[in-house]
Each structure stands twice: as C-alpha cells, then as structure tokens.
T-cell receptor, first 113, second 113 residues
Framework: SQQGEEDPQALSIQEGENATMNCSYK?????LQWYRQNSGRGLVHLIL?????REKHSGRLRVTLDTSKKSSSLLITASRAADTASYFC?????????????FGGGTRLMVKP | KAGVTQTPRYLIKTRGQQVTLSCSPI?????VSWYQQTPGQGLQFLFE???????NKGNFPGRFSGRQFSNSRSEMNVSTLELGDSALYLC????????????FGPGTRLLVL
C-alpha cells in the first residue's frame, strides 16, 4: 500500500513558471525524500529532508516538511522543459524500517517550452 | 563513482518461467533494496539486504526471492512468472540501512508474455 498521496497527479506549466507539488503521508518518519523519474527510467534522487528539518534548498528546488500535518511540498522555481518528468515523494517508516521506502503515486509535470 | 548498475536492462519471458535480475551497488554501499513499479500499483518495496542478510520484506508472494553476496551485489529471482509480474524492477543502494539517501539504478524492464 502507498503511504504517500501526492497532488496534483498531473501539472502542466509554461517554461519559467514555478511548479509546486504536495505530498501527504500517514505514519511517523525519519526522512522524506523526493525523486524524479523520466519516462519509466530509474529514479534520480533530488533531496532528502529529515524529520527535524522544516525547509531545505538545493539549486532551484525548495522542499518543506510539516510533521504536524504529515505533509511536504516540492517547489521547482523557474522551470525548464528538461524538468518534465514524474516526481515522487518517499518516506521511511520510522526507526525499525531500515531502508524500506513507501512512495506516493507521483506527480506528472509537463513544462511547455 | 559509478552509479548503481542493473542487468539485464530488458527481458522478455513467458508465463511459468523464472528470472534472475542483478544489481551492483555503488562502491562502498552495503545496503541494497529492490522495488517493483507497475502502472497500477506504483512503486512497491520488495526487499532490503544488508551484510548478506534480508532485513525487510514487502508484501509479495514467496515466488519473489533475493540474496546479497559478500561484495554487496544482489540478485532477485522470480519463479513461476505470471503476466502481472511485468514491471520495471528497480534496485537502490545506500551506505547503510536507515536515515541514508538511497540511489537508484536504471531498472530492469521485465515483460511476461
């Protein structure tokens, strides 16, 4: 079963605009990670945010985490056509879960040139 | 460093056959996890190995098995293939279980006819 729910399921924007994707989860976590996937290929790791962090930046990416609401958001600023991909959030399941990640359903982002 | 490698990249099998997929983690990484991705079920955790021991197993039938070797390379095996086993199988590696970034390989796309 999927712990995470992502919305929107699909997002279409113009190049240069910002894209925001949201993720909700159900149980306590140690970390939340965001991944990108292009056309059924492997997952590319974007950013990891720990449960004691509230915000993290990496280049044009900004991730927030609200553990009280069990939610996270990924903001991509000044989007490019190359950002077109599916984006997934993934959570662990707490201290005893090792590396077992639970993924959301993903957001399909299309950036039009 | 070379990334996670998976072989073969594509595979076509028929129902009832068995298949073995291979994963070589990033050098120095000792934890390997496997995931199945299908359009209907999304990304689902199969199992996790660390130091040649299975630490966690997802909700999959016993036809799915795996192992890890002393050099951290891992294999997964699916016996008595069913049409529903058609999927992208992804391997991820990390330094150790829990609280670590996981890096994914390109995946093996399995088609069962």
């Amino acid at each position: 079963s999927q712990q995470g729910e992502e919305d929107p399921q699909a997002l279409s924007i113009q190049e240069g605009e910002n894209a925001t994707m949201n993720c909700s989860y159900k149980t306590s976590i140690n970390n939340l990670q965001w991944y990108r996937q292009n056309s059924g290929r492997g997952l590319v790791h974007l950013i990891l945010i720990r449960s004691n962090e509230r915000e993290k930046h990496s280049g044009r990416l900004r991730v927030t985490l609200d553990t009280s609401k069990k939610s996270s958001s990924l903001l991509i600023t000044a989007s490019r056509a190359a950002d077109t991909a599916s984006y997934f959030c993934a959570t662990d399941a707490g201290d005893n879960a090792g590396n077992m990640l639970t993924f959301g359903g993903g957001t399909r982002l299309m950036v039009k040139p | 460093k070379a990334g996670v490698t998976q072989t073969p990249r594509y595979l076509i099998k028929t129902r009832g056959q068995q298949v073995t997929l291979s994963c070589s983690p990033i050098s120095g990484h000792r934890s390997v996890s496997w995931y199945q991705q299908t359009p209907g079920q999304g990304l689902q955790f199969l199992f996790e190995y660390f130091s040649e021991t299975q630490r966690n197993k997802g909700n999959f039938p016993g036809r799915f098995s795996g192992r890890q070797f002393s050099n951290s390379r891992s294999e997964m095996n699916v016996s008595t293939l069913e049409l529903g086993d058609s999927a992208l199988y992804l391997c991820a590696s990390s330094l150790a279980p829990g609280k670590e970034t996981q890096y994914f390989g390109p995946g093996t796309r399995l088609l069962v006819l």
